[in-house]
């Protein structure tokens, strides 16, 4: 399904691509048919006005046939049927009124046939004028808009800047608002080729909002490529969320296998030690009696205590807990959690030590589960102690700020660097915590992290394997 998504949208993409650069080579030759045409009008008004001017002076006399005769003979042999013969005998057989007379009424008969007249008597016509190029170029702009419109170019959404030079190079004439921006795609045309090449020019004219011209003709093609793209957002969010509770459910069925191998133990000893109450030779012996009893209560402890734990993350989920917030001392927490765990870090040969050196210490949150807190990451340090060296606990405090920073030292076995990314998590165990030689849910720090955030303060760890972590919190003081 993935690689079909992206078969998908790089189809659509290649087909944007394809049809945007279709446009472009379909745009670059309305422009160049536009640019042509306009040269071809301006020319041709040029030959018309030349030519007009011509009959004008030979019917007011200025011009003699002698005289006319130096300029229609290079044009007489591009006249169809025989109108050179017709007119050179005119010439040579008739007089002037004669000839002016039959002269206008041909040249009428040219001048009312627009093609015949373009494309035979102008492009036959050589001029040599002395007239300024600006003054040739008066028409232009208006050119330009009728035959970039009747080309399909919508001028009014896409505006062209445009300039003219001379053969050396100079500009002669430039757009009122002439921008240089994407002068870098400009289109060129010849202008007034039948001229000496003194009297040639160049047109330039570019489009500065080209690109979004074009992408405005084929903008009907982004909804089907963001709409794909969207789907394969969604279909990769999909796929991660299915791994995510794949593994989520790898993590519950571990929780239940350790959960049953925890509760398996108590349960099987109290029920052990409830058939031998049921023996009454145990009667006869007292201190038999207050041992199996005392098993029996110990037992029954730990149970407890394994299912308080699954309560508490069960009442976080559907509550977000329930915290009773005062005013407490911390240090006074700290100092009784340590009084009341020396005897089982002593009894195992390790050493617990305290340096509370924070000045002020007073936080407003809820003793019993802070207390919890303290005890939890005792608890953890104990269970994942090095059996090699002796086992070395530290808590110290400091202050930064408005916090205090509660730091819990061990030297145990260290927490690999991707594990101690998600030890945090519910249900999520080391790989040393999986082992049943190490027993636990895999709740004791998703619930230190609760009680941190609930008290709006921030937990981290700094381990490095085989050397010993450091859990570091922070609680917000009370302000004075």
Not at 25 to 45: G, I, M, P, S, Y
Not at 134 to 149: A, I, P, V
Not at 241 to 270: A, V
Request: charged share 25%.
């Amino acid at each position: 399904m993935g690689i079909s998504f992206l078969s998908l949208l790089y189809i659509q993409t290649r087909y944007f691509q394809e049809t945007l650069h279709l446009r472009k080579e379909q745009f670059d030759e309305n422009v160049k048919r536009a640019l042509w045409l306009v040269a071809h009008r301006l020319e041709t008004d040029e030959a018309k006005a030349y030519l007009q001017q011509d009959i004008a002076q030979n019917n007011e006399g200025a011009l003699s046939p002698t005289d006319t005769l130096g300029f229609w003979p290079r044009n007489l042999m591009s006249l169809p049927g025989n109108a050179s013969a017709q007119l050179s005998l005119q010439y040579a057989g008739k007089e002037r009124s004669d000839f002016q007379k039959r002269q206008s009424e041909i040249l009428q008969k040219y001048i009312h046939n627009k093609k015949l007249f373009e494309e035979v008597i102008y492009s036959s016509l050589y001029i040599d004028d002395k007239k300024p190029l600006e003054d040739r170029l008066k028409s232009l702009d208006g050119y330009l808009r009728d035959e970039l419109q009747h080309s399909g170019i919508n001028i009014e959404n896409l505006h062209y800047h445009y300039l003219v030079s001379d053969f050396e190079g100079d500009t002669v004439s430039i757009c009122p608002d002439y921008n240089e921006r994407g002068m870098q795609n400009s289109y060129e045309q010849a202008l007034f080729t039948n001229y000496p090449i003194e009297q040639a020019a160049t047109l330039y004219i570019h489009f500065p909002q080209l690109q979004k011209y074009l992408l405005s003709n084929v903008q009907f093609l982004i909804p089907a490529i963001l709409f794909t793209l969207f789907l394969l957002i969604v279909f990769i969010y999909t796929i991660y969320i299915i791994f995510r509770q794949k593994k989520l459910s790898e993590m519950k069925n571990d929780f239940i296998n350790n959960m049953t191998h925890e509760f398996k133990t108590p349960i099987s000893t109290i029920s052990l030690a409830a058939q031998m109450l049921g023996d009454n030779s145990l009667m006869k012996s007292p201190a038999m009696f207050q041992r199996v009893s005392h098993t029996i209560g110990e037992e029954t402890k730990r149970l407890r205590f394994q299912v308080e734990k699954v309560l508490q993350m069960s009442m976080f989920d559907e509550k977000g807990g329930t915290f009773k917030m005062e005013e407490l001392d911390i240090h006074s927490i700290i100092t009784g959690v340590v009084d009341s765990f020396k005897l089982k870090v002593s009894s195992i040969g390790g050493s617990l030590d305290i340096d509370l050196q924070a000045e002020h210490f007073f936080v407003f949150g809820d003793e019993i589960h802070l207390t919890n807190l303290i005890f939890n990451l005792l608890e953890n340090a104990v269970k994942y102690r090095e059996d090699s060296r002796q086992l070395m606990l530290r808590i110290a405090t400091t202050n930064k700020g408005s916090d205090i920073i509660i730091t819990i030292s061990d030297n145990g076995i260290g927490i690999k660097s991707e594990d101690a990314k998600r030890i945090f998590e519910k249900f999520y165990r080391s790989h040393t915590g999986n082992r049943h030689d190490v027993k636990g849910f895999g709740l004791g720090l998703a619930y230190v992290k609760k009680v941190v955030v609930s008290h709006h303060g921030h937990i981290s760890v700094d381990s490095e394997l085989g050397k010993g972590s450091s859990f570091i919190i922070s609680l917000p003081l009370i302000k004075e």
